[in-house]
């Protein structure tokens, strides 16, 4: 699961100004993976936290295998099952047909 931007924002908030926020979001902090922490508290902008993770089960790993659909960046996936459920074409660029828009001509009867 990748780190939401509300939890981001709900960090940076209690750190801020706990005493207004409450022991509860105190909880769910020490709840969250310390690498999320570590990497909001170098930081001041949510894009800079983004964890590497499986578009499509929301995996958080390192070891990610990037896509391409068609020769186009499809995003980056943990497993071929993955990659498979994503609703992407896999095949190269070879099989991009510009000119195809998936309609097909039926001769007039």
């Not at 209690?14 to 926020?21: C, D, G, M, S």
């Given at each position: 699961?990748?780190?939401?931007?509300?939890?981001?924002?709900?960090?940076?908030?209690?750190?801020?100004?706990?005493?207004?926020?409450?022991?509860?979001?105190?909880e769910l902090i020490?709840f969250l993976p310390?690498?999320?922490?570590?990497?909001?508290?170098?930081?001041?902008?949510?894009?800079?936290?983004?964890?590497?993770?499986?578009?499509?089960?929301?995996?958080?790993?390192?070891?990610?295998?990037?896509?391409?659909?068609?020769?186009?960046?499809?995003?980056?996936?943990?497993?071929?099952?993955?990659?498979?459920?994503?609703?992407?074409?896999?095949?190269?660029?070879?099989?991009?047909?510009?000119?195809?828009?998936?309609?097909?001509?039926?001769?007039?009867?």
């Open positions: 699961m990748k780190l939401p931007k509300s939890i981001f924002i709900l960090i940076k908030e209690y750190q801020e100004f706990p005493e207004r926020l409450g022991a509860g979001v105190n020490n310390p690498d999320w922490l570590e990497r909001v508290n170098e930081t001041e902008h949510y894009e800079d936290v983004m964890l590497p993770h499986c578009n499509k089960c929301g995996l958080i790993s390192d070891e990610l295998e990037e896509q391409t659909s068609m020769g186009v960046y499809a995003g980056k996936y943990c497993s071929d099952e993955c990659w498979q459920e994503s609703g992407y074409c896999d095949v190269g660029p070879e099989a991009f047909d510009p000119t195809y828009c998936g309609e097909q001509l039926e001769p007039d009867e």
